[in-house]
T-cell receptor, first 115, second 112 residues
Framework: DTGVSQDPRHKITKRGQNVTFRCDPI?????LYWYRQTLGQGPEFLTY????????KSRLLSDRFSAERPKGSFSTLEIQRTEQGDSAMYLC?????????????FGPGTRLTVL | DQQVKQNSPSLSVQEGRISILNCDYT??????FLWYKKYPAEGPTFLIS?????DKNEDGRFTVFLNKSAKHLSLHIVPSQPGDSAVYFC???????????FGTGTKLQVIP
């Protein structure tokens, strides 16, 4: 396993369309995170899964956003009725709950542009 | 509410010299602090961390110092190399669900 992968790497969509992103974590990692990063800012936490359970969601995650991790492996992040303000880099990270620390390993991100 | 602040958006250093990246935080609940490095078109890569009960952690050319009374940490890179040119993010981990709060980043340029 070479690390966290995300698909697609780039997505251009028109305002009002729905988009879905996929994240495949490191295979032995049970924790999965979604972040959003805009220009000049650090990654901002969106949501967190432990196995298939979504345990925390940021207030940044409006009701147009939904994330799933149905089998505790890959995860999807869907944005409905996209808005121009949704344009950002969406980052996925994974980590393992075993061990002393919980270092998160990031994927390359999906860059979303909403026209 | 910026819980983690990196007040220097950029830094230029000559190859071979020391790079010092600074970070301030306001959240006293952070258990760990982490530094991530990010190259263009890639996700952040974990670099080094420090527990809130320690004041120094060293890994090769990278050393992180923590001053809890000042709520300040710094990353030292010695000697700096051109391959170190990247954006460096400081982050705090408050435990619980391992939610990590990132700073805004400092772009380091190491000049050959």
């Amino acid at each position: 396993d070479t690390g966290v992968s995300q698909d697609p790497r780039h997505k251009i969509t028109k305002r009002g369309q729905n988009v879905t992103f996929r994240c495949d974590p490191i295979s032995e990692h049970n924790r999965l995170y979604w972040y959003r990063q805009t220009l000049g800012q650090g990654p901002e936490f969106l949501t967190y899964f432990q196995n298939e359970a979504q345990l925390e969601k940021s207030r940044l995650l409006s009701d147009r956003f939904s994330a799933e991790r149905p089998k505790g492996s890959f995860s999807t992040l869907e944005i409905q009725r996209t808005e121009q303000g949704d344009s950002a880099m969406y980052l996925c990270a994974s980590s393992s709950s075993s061990g002393d620390t919980d270092t998160q390993y990031f994927g390359p991100g999906t860059r979303l542009t909403v026209l | 509410d910026q819980q983690v602040k990196q007040n220097s958006p950029s830094l230029s250093v000559q190859e071979g010299r020391i790079s010092i990246l600074n970070c301030d935080y306001t959240n006293s609940m952070f258990d760990y602090f982490l530094w991530y490095k990010k190259y263009p078109a890639e996700g952040p890569t974990f670099l080094i961390s420090i527990s809130s009960i320690k004041d120094k952690n060293e890994d090769g050319r990278f050393t992180v110092f923590l001053n809890k009374s000042a709520k300040h940490l710094s990353l030292h890179i010695v000697p700096s190399q051109p391959g170190d040119s990247a954006v460096y993010f400081c982050a705090g981990d408050s435990g619980g669900y391992q939610k990590v709060t990132f700073g805004t980043g400092t772009k380091l340029q190491v000049i050959p």
